[in-house]
């Protein structure tokens, strides 16, 4: 998978605006979450993803939490690293709120897709991406959160998981492998 190349890995998004389901597929959606079932990170309740995401074995994974609420991913532990980021995915109904983030001087490196409405947490730092379908706020004592986009956390992702599309001859149609 490979969403975006910047030269600058600490610049702010390079791009201009573009339409959330044109960078976060339903065929990439589908194979995230394929990868998160296979890998046993695919959570259906906030407790036991939020067990996970605060957990020493979540830098590196692919955390997906699909819910018929809004999810709470918070709290006061350094989630991810610049080697091994964490790609967090919240498929919650439209209309939903979810908020991610961190206290204190902890932060999150890694990618966060959100298919409902975000705020962001805390007084820390999402150092990766944040490709979210809904709106976007702030919240949390502080409201000093910073979303800092790093092509070198988005190309640690994307070298650590290969996602296989396959071209169709004689058309522009892909289709990904089952």
Request: hydrophobic fraction near 30%; proline fraction near 4%.
């Amino acid at each position: 998978m490979s969403l975006h190349k910047n030269p600058n890995p600490c610049s702010g998004w390079p791009f201009g605006h573009q339409e959330f389901d044109d960078i976060v597929t339903e065929a990439t959606r589908t194979m995230l979450e394929k990868i998160a079932l296979d890998q046993g990170t695919l959570f259906t309740n906030e407790a036991d993803a939020l067990d996970y995401f605060l957990s020493d074995d979540a830098p590196g994974s692919i955390i997906y939490v699909k819910t018929n609420d809004g999810v709470r991913l918070t709290g006061n532990t350094e989630v991810g690293t610049v080697e091994k980021p964490v790609l967090v995915v919240l498929d919650t109904p439209d209309g939903s709120h979810n908020e991610v983030g961190a206290g204190g001087n902890a932060g999150f490196t890694g990618i966060v897709i959100c298919l409902g409405n975000t705020s962001l947490w805390g007084t820390s730092g999402i150092h990766g991406a944040l490709y979210c379908q809904g709106s976007v706020d702030q919240s949390g004592y502080g409201q000093q959160c910073e979303i800092n986009y790093r092509q070198d956390v988005i190309d640690n992702f994307n070298g650590e998981y290969t996602m296989s599309v396959n071209i169709v001859p004689n058309t522009w149609h892909e289709s990904t492998p089952q």
